[in-house]
């Protein structure tokens, strides 16, 4: 189970008290918001791309949306969602549980901006019931190899 996977990795590093698992799902950033008990947008959603031959995850904010534009510019054209299927095979993790810890091989891994206006930030761990507790230097060293990336956009507020 990709779960296991995660789990491992978090224990590797010390840091395996920081996973919660929950009887309700987590799967989506509302429910997980709701399982974590904290503000959506602190939620961090691992979205997966295939750009070219390229698979790529994109961390971000609960709130924040790819911006076309920049994720074009950045990568170098257009990046296509994978299915569920695709997702589970290529990254390692099923929809609902992606996130940028213990990814197969040749996946590359990118963390927007978006999350570090957070002190504490809650990705998946594997699972579509789960959560782990982090700061984002916490996710940089956990997702590593990665990259800081600027390819989302936040929601426009009213003044």
Avoid at 21 to 44: M, N, R
Avoid at 58 to 73: I, L, S
Avoid at 75 to 91: C, N, V
Wanted: proline fraction near 4%; include cysteine; charge should be negative.
């Amino acid at each position: 189970m990709a779960i296991d996977k995660v789990r491992a990795a978090f224990a590797a590093a010390g840091m395996k008290e920081r996973i919660c698992e929950f009887a309700e799902s987590s799967a989506t950033v509302e429910l997980a918001a709701k399982a974590v008990g904290c503000d959506p947008a602190q939620i961090v959603k691992t979205l997966s791309f295939r750009v070219g031959e390229r698979v790529v995850l994109v961390a971000c904010a609960g709130d924040a949306r790819v911006d076309n534009r920049k994720f074009k510019d950045f990568f170098g054209g257009k990046g296509k969602m994978l299915s569920p299927d695709e997702a589970e095979t290529l990254i390692g993790h099923g929809v609902g549980g992606v996130c940028p810890f213990a990814v197969n091989e040749g996946v590359e891994v990118f963390l927007d901006g978006s999350i570090r206006r957070f002190d504490t930030v809650y990705p998946a761990a594997g699972s579509s019931n789960s959560a782990a507790r982090l700061t984002p230097g916490e996710l940089e060293r956990l997702a590593a190899p990665c990259s800081w990336v600027d390819v989302c956009k936040l929601p426009e507020t009213a003044d």
